[in-house]
């Protein structure tokens, strides 16, 4: 996981825990939490320890986004299907359009799952590098 292709959308490093933002942003803030163990486990195998720093990030993550980007809410998922490896998605959703950097980011399921979703969505990459710094240094 720890390539330079994944690395450079590093958020901040915990001590059972990297978070990272998501390099598609069709959904504003999307984020991930990135258990640093090495094993294949399910979310409920996960130790008190990892449990409750995980809680911890949640929490602070979601004070960021909301006072970044106001999400209406924020789902997160636990899916594991294509990232074999202990990681929650961090997804925040949007009643209306939200507008940065001169790009519109529409959640195009309001109320919905976020899935699917546009997998062929982009950014500037100087917006996705700003999106990454202004999370990283309220979470700092």
């Not at 598609?24 to 258990?35: E, H």
């Not at 507008?99 to 519109?104: A, I, M, N, R, S």
């Amino acid at each position: 996981m720890e390539d330079e292709r994944y690395a450079r959308f590093k958020l901040k490093e915990y001590k059972h825990w990297s978070v990272f933002l998501f390099e598609n942003q069709c959904f504003l803030g999307r984020s991930y939490i990135w258990a640093k163990r090495s094993d294949d486990v399910d979310i409920v195998e996960m130790s008190a320890e990892e449990r409750d720093e995980f809680f911890l990030i949640c929490g602070k993550l979601k004070v960021a986004l909301n006072q970044l980007f106001q999400p209406t809410r924020l789902n997160y998922a636990a899916l594991s299907n294509e990232a074999h490896h202990l990681h929650v998605h961090v997804i925040p959703r949007y009643d209306g359009d939200k507008e940065l950097g001169g790009v519109t980011f529409t959640d195009t399921n309001k109320g919905g799952a976020p899935w699917p979703y546009d997998k062929s969505f982009t950014i500037p990459e100087e917006l996705l590098l700003k999106i990454r710094d202004d999370i990283a240094k309220l979470l700092a």
